[in-house]
């Protein structure tokens, strides 16, 4: 079967860093993505990784090990408004999308 | 940036009523659109895939007959939830991507549908 794994929830100080790791089992791989959904929003694209190592974009970073299966993103310089829930999902061999349950992250003074 | 639009944002109707949803891509054409539901703390769950000029893909345990989708266009697709209970309470949201395989999926702001 497929299977994505993320933990469920984080909790983080503001101004510090953190990082979200995600873990899949698909049939075949043709990328993996981040989302981003605030509470009661539908979520919105964070990156997009289909090839070894990181991508930086800002405070954010999204990191892949495809031959781990093993992907993270890393969020730099937290501030309040990063509270929010972090969603991995792959796009398997069949190009459909495969989502994992989300990380729900709580930022801390 | 691609923008996908959905209407209306929240919606409440009473029970055995029907309410319509629709999914706009507003810069892009999508034969491919997608329905999803959230139930509250949740994660997505693709309810169907909506292709233009075709039958819509339901996904196990979807109700085809209950959740109507029509994509008469390549920028327009609409979900009918029929006759309405409040077990279908929940946070719809509609997706579609511009062209290209891996393009990322754009999602529209969601609708709230509150079944009383």
């Known amino acids: 079967g497929q299977n994505i794994d993320q933990p469920t929830e984080m909790t983080a100080t503001e101004g510090a860093i953190v990082q979200i790791n995600c873990t899949y089992q698909t049939s075949g791989f043709n990328g993996l993505f981040w989302y981003q959904q605030h509470a009661g929003e539908a979520p919105t694209f964070l990156s997009y990784n289909v090839l070894d190592g990181l991508e930086e974009k800002g405070r954010f970073s999204s990191f892949l090990s495809r031959s781990k299966g093993y992907s993270y993103l890393l969020l730099k310089e937290l501030q309040m408004k990063d509270s929010a829930s972090y969603l991995c999902?792959?796009?398997?061999?069949?190009?459909?999308?495969?989502w994992g349950a989300g990380t729900k992250l709580i930022i801390k003074p | 940036g691609a923008v996908v639009s959905q209407h209306p944002s929240w919606v409440i109707c009473k029970s055995g009523t029907s309410v319509k949803i629709e999914c706009r891509s507003l810069?892009?054409?999508?034969?491919?659109m997608f329905w999803y539901r959230q139930f509250p703390k949740q994660s997505l769950m693709l309810m169907a895939t909506?292709?233009?000029?075709?039958?819509?893909?339901?996904e196990q345990g979807v109700e085809k007959d209950k959740f109507l989708i029509n994509h008469a266009s390549l920028t327009l697709s609409t979900l009918t939830v029929t006759s309405a209970h409040p077990e279908d309470s929940s946070f719809y949201i509609c997706?579609?991507?511009?062209?290209?395989?891996?393009?990322?999926?754009?999602f529209g702001n969601g609708t709230r549908l509150t079944v009383t």
């Open positions: 999902a792959v796009l398997d061999s069949n190009y459909q999308l495969i």
């Open positions: 909506s292709n233009e000029g075709s039958k819509a893909t339901y």
């Open positions: 997706s579609a991507s511009p062209p290209g395989d891996n393009s990322p999926l754009h």
């Open positions: 810069d892009f054409q999508a034969t491919t």
